[in-house]
């Protein structure tokens, strides 16, 4: 843990806004919040190019679903 907290970018706090719009819909789609934060841990590679190709929350969820 870290002992003083760190400032991050905006461009970084808005990836986390979008990951977090992800969760909710892997978890209306079926998921547990725990399944849905686990796969986007473990596909954090793959959601991080979902982002930056300027996919909506939604649409990778439903890829991540499919």
Do not use: S
């Not at 461009?11 to 725990?34: D, H, M, P, S």
């Amino acid at each position: 843990m870290m002992a003083k907290k760190e400032e991050l970018d905006e461009e970084t706090l808005a990836f986390i806004q979008w990951c977090i719009e992800v969760e909710r819909f892997l978890v209306a789609g079926g998921a547990t919040v725990k399944e849905a934060q686990d796969h986007i841990e473990e596909q954090a590679e793959w959601f991080t190019d979902q982002y930056y190709n300027d996919l909506t929350p939604e649409e990778a969820a439903k890829e991540a679903l499919a």
